[in-house]
């Protein structure tokens, strides 16, 4: 029998985050406007702080053919990918906003997300810290973005 543990730090008063964390989280925060969510009215923003401290900022884009939208996770890593190729994420913070109103529940990442998290530590060989919040309220943090895809399929079960 084998089971997976999650590891997560929990804060009821992002006053009481680190600073550099507390940055990456208003970040995002700032980042909501460039949400293109006119269909769900959901906005979300994802924040990278990169190895090199850069701070990179990706929002969900949504289609009026639904499929095609993407999620805020994605746009993140995609842009870190194409801006910075090379340059490993240490941190990704993620808020949201639903139809633009405070959200006080912090948001855990899609499934498809979850894989493309997974992906990005198998590409830099280490894990990066996933931080998860509403525009108030209370802050979870994960050291390893991937833990939140146990048992995940990756390049290694390819052929
Ligand atoms: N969304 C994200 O951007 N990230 C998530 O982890 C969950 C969902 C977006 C996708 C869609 O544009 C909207 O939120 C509603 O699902």
């Known amino acids: 029998m084998s089971t997976w543990n999650i590891e997560l730090d929990t804060w009821e008063d992002r006053a009481d985050l680190l600073p550099e964390d507390a940055e990456l989280v208003q970040s995002a925060a700032r980042g909501l406007p460039l949400a293109h969510a006119p269909y769900s009215r959901f906005h979300v923003a994802a924040s990278v702080r990169l ?7 990706g929002t969900n884009q949504e ?7 993407i999620c805020a996770e994605r746009v993140a890593l995609s842009t870190a990918s194409s801006v910075a190729p090379g340059a490993a994420v240490v941190v990704m913070a993620v808020v949201y906003a639903p139809s633009g109103q405070t959200s006080h529940k912090p948001l ?4 498809m997300c979850r894989q493309a998290l997974h992906e990005q530590r198998c590409r830099q060989g280490q894990p ?3 931080i998860m919040a ?4 209370p802050v979870w943090k994960t050291p390893d973005a991937s833990q939140l ?10 052929p």
């Open 108 to 111: 855990p990442p899609c499934g």
């Open 63 to 69: 289609n009026a053919s639904y499929p095609v939208g």
């Open 128 to 130: 990066f810290a996933l």
């Open 134 to 137: 509403g525009t108030a309220g």
């Open 149 to 158: 895809l146990p048992f995940a399929f990756s390049g290694d079960d390819l």
């Open 51 to 57: 190895a090199d401290g850069r701070i990179l900022v």
